[in-house]
């Protein structure tokens, strides 16, 4: 069975839409990788501050291979020229136990 690995980000209410937009102009290079399942970005739609950046790997070692390879990094790049736009992260980590899908989504 598949990994789910959560990056949750604290992000500040007023800087929500820079995130957003960081995303938007993301490198795409996660969806290439062996073993790259799924990727969802969540913005919060209660009062909460955490952004979910939730993504699914056929196994933990695709998902290590990604975390450690330049795909990641490249992925990243904006942290280095831009700075953080979340004041924290905390990756979360699941084993999925039970998949279903609707056909066609
Ligand atoms: C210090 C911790 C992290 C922070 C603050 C962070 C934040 C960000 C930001 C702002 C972007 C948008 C691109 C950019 O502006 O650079 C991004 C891309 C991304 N992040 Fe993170 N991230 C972190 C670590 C992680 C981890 C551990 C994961 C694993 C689930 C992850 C998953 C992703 C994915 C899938 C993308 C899109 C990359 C692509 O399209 O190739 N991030 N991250």
């Known amino acids: 069975m598949s990994v789910v690995k959560i990056n949750a980000i604290t992000v500040p209410k007023e800087r929500a839409d820079e995130l ?38 056929r196994s933990e070692d695709d998902f290590q291979a990604w975390l450690n390879g330049p795909a990641f990094q490249h992925g990243h790049k904006g942290h280095n020229t831009q700075g953080p736009v979340g004041t924290g992260s905390e990756l979360w980590q699941f084993d999925v136990v039970q998949h279903e899908e609707a056909p066609g989504s």
Do not use: C
Not at 21 to 32: I, N, Q, T, W
Not at 38 to 47: H, I, N, Q, V, Y
């Open 20 to 57: 957003v937009g960081r995303f938007a102009a993301r490198a795409g290079e996660v969806s290439k990788m062996p073993g790259f399942e799924a990727f969802e970005l969540l913005r919060p739609s209660d009062d909460r501050d955490v952004f979910l950046v939730y993504t699914r790997w």
